[in-house]
Nanobody, 125 residues
Framework: QVQLVESGGGLVQAGGSLRLSCASPTRTFSNYVIGWFRQAPGKEREFAAH????????YYADSVKGRFTISRDNAKNTVYLQMNSVKPEDTAVYYC??????????????????WGQGTQVTVSS
């Protein structure tokens, strides 16, 4: 288990930008794949992006590809999700989650054992 804390959510106009952060006090944070998921009201939680420490570990859902960028700063124990050109359909609670990086990567929420509390992102039209 790893403790995760999201921040950076808020209200933004369509076409604008927002940067979410996922921070952890865990010393072995760099050993984990961090995924970003989102859940809109009445909908299932869906995958947005993930990043590990290995080359080729970055992957995006089609719905955010080209608009969102995931990155990590292991010195700060933080993973970021830069959201550009946001749309009203990006409105959701955004969660970061973690699983140990063994070189296999998942987009299913069930594969992640640790979760943050979530941060609300609201995009106005």
């Amino acid at each position: 288990q790893v403790q995760l804390v999201e921040s950076g959510g808020g209200l933004v106009q369509a076409g604008g930008s927002l940067r979410l952060s996922c921070a952890s006090p865990t010393r072995t944070f760099s050993n984990y794949v961090i995924g970003w998921f989102r859940q809109a009201p009445g909908k299932e939680r869906e995958f947005a992006a993930h990043i590990g420490w290995r080359p080729g570990s970055i992957y995006y859902a089609d719905s955010v590809k080209g608009r969102f960028t995931i990155s990590r700063d292991n010195a700060k124990n933080t993973v970021y999700l830069q959201m550009n050109s946001v749309k009203p359909e990006d409105t959701a609670v955004y969660y970061c989650a973690a699983h140990v990086d063994r070189g296999v990567y998942y987009q299913s929420p069930g594969a992640y054992g640790s979760w943050g509390q979530g941060t609300q992102v609201t995009v106005s039209s």
